[in-house]
């Protein structure tokens, strides 16, 4: 990969809302110019490198599991990954490829509110469930991959459920449908 791909891949994970590493402009603009002189250089050189290895590894895109719970949905249960702070909301399904049938994630807010989604950085269409605080379905939309578009809330919510697309309709889950929560829950 040449620099210049480095350089670009670099500056457009920058302008990502993920917060990656980012070089100061003078750096960029010119690492010679720089207060480090050829040291910069070299450092700079080190940073994209790095940074090549890592995506071609697929470190970069990788993402850690988060705890899951057992939900109750119509007669189904769904195996979900639970998001609650807002860096694990931010990063949500980003880079997942593969969802299972049964799969997916729910993200936790703190109050009701009308809750807003895009599916940049997310490869796998989705569907999305926004309930309210005592899960019942309030609305379901689906969702394309690599969207910016935002996707948000009719009326207030205070869960979004997102599952593979098309997984809510062969579960039979619907508006009105109300979802269990384990006792611990959230």
Not at 14 to 29: K, V
Not at 46 to 53: E, L, P
Not at 178 to 186: L, S
Request: with cysteine; glycine share 8%.
């Amino acid at each position: 990969m040449s620099i210049i791909r480095l350089r670009r891949l670099i500056r457009r994970e920058n302008t990502s809302r993920d917060g990656w590493y980012m070089l100061n402009s003078a750096a960029r603009a010119s690492p010679l110019k720089s207060a480090g002189g050829v040291g910069a250089l070299f450092r700079s050189l080190a940073v994209c490198v790095s940074i090549g290895i890592m995506a071609a590894a697929g470190i970069a895109g990788c993402q850690t599991r988060l705890p899951r719970v057992t939900l109750q949905a119509a007669g189904q249960e769904l195996t979900v990954e639970v998001a609650r702070t807002d860096t694990e909301r931010e990063r949500g399904l980003m880079g997942r490829k593969g969802i299972g049938p049964r799969e997916g994630m729910i993200f936790v807010f703190d109050k009701d509110d009308h809750l807003s989604f895009w599916m940049k950085n997310t490869p796998t269409a989705l569907s999305i469930a926004f309930l309210s605080a005592e899960g019942k379905v309030l609305q379901i939309t689906d969702m394309e991959p690599f969207s910016e578009k935002i996707i948000r809330s009719r009326l207030s919510a205070r869960y979004a459920l997102e599952m593979r697309q098309g997984a809510f309709a062969e579960m039979h889950i619907t508006e009105g449908t109300i979802v269990t929560f384990p006792a611990d829950f959230p």
